[in-house]
């Protein structure tokens, strides 16, 4: 069975500060990781999905990494802003079984001005 | 604008009294998805749907219905609801590529349920 885990679960920097964060899971066979914000009360926003065949992907001030073979994926953040204050959660699809994306139980970012 | 919605966005109600949420996406996916958020717990599957009249259990489906009449709806029915269903709920979809590494997963902005 897939296990998704995030670590730190919370996390508070000043502004400015470059960040990363990370996400772990069990089982390597999968199709696909995607990095989501949340914020409070809010949906889910897809960040990046980087395929199983990619190392990396980026946008913006954003960049993920996926290490299929050792179950490891990092969010880096470029420049925080207050405006990254949020939840951040990874969700990977596994091959095998029902279409679905297993979680995280996310971090959460606080970036201080 | 591609979107996935939920109606209502916010609900109170009894234990007891029916209530369905709706789910609607525009984007013709094939795949579409309920999820339940709990504080503690992550998100987690209760229902999918693969196309039209093809739906199935996830890891929560007690105390839930689904129905896929079309393609691009799917809503989630209560029939008796219990207070251990407050939650907040997420319609999801996806292009369902046959399971590829394209299949990108977008979700709706979130039902909160209250169930006294």
């Known amino acids: 069975k897939q296990e998704v885990t995030q670590i730190p679960a919370a996390l508070s920097v000043p502004e400015g500060e470059n960040l990363v964060l990370n996400c772990s899971f069990t089982?390597?066979?999968?199709?696909?990781l995607q990095w989501f914000r949340q914020d409070p009360g809010k949906g889910l926003t897809s960040l990046l999905l980087?395929?199983?065949?990619?190392r990396e992907q980026t946008s913006g001030r954003l960049n993920a990494s996926l290490d299929k073979s050792s179950g490891r994926s990092t969010l880096y953040i470029a420049a925080s802003q207050p405006g990254d204050s949020a939840t951040y959660l990874c969700?990977?699809?596994?091959?095998?079984?029902?279409?679905?994306?297993?979680f995280g139980k996310g971090t959460k970012l606080t970036v201080n001005p | 604008e591609a979107q996935v919605t939920q109606n209502p966005r916010y609900l109170i109600t009894v234990t007891g009294k029916k209530l369905t949420v709706t789910c609607s996406q525009n984007?013709?996916?094939?795949?579409m998805s309920w999820y339940r958020q709990d504080p503690g717990l992550g998100l987690r599957q209760i229902y999918y749907?693969?196309?039209?009249?093809?739906?199935d259990k996830g890891d929560v489906p007690e105390g839930y219905k689904v129905s896929r009449k079309e393609k691009r709806n799917f809503p989630l029915i209560l029939e008796s609801p219990s207070p251990n269903q407050t939650s907040l709920y997420f319609c999801?979809?996806?292009?369902?590529?046959?399971?590829?590494?394209?299949?990108?997963?977008?979700f709706g902005p979130g039902t909160r349920l209250t169930v006294l």
């Open positions: 749907s693969m196309n039209v009249e093809v739906t």
């Open positions: 969700a990977v699809l596994t091959q095998g079984g029902s279409e679905k994306l297993v």
């Open positions: 999801a979809s996806s292009l369902y590529y046959r399971r590829s590494s394209y299949n990108e997963q977008f």
């Open positions: 984007m013709n996916h094939e795949y």
């Open positions: 980087i395929q199983s065949s990619q």
């Open positions: 089982d390597s066979a999968i199709y696909n």
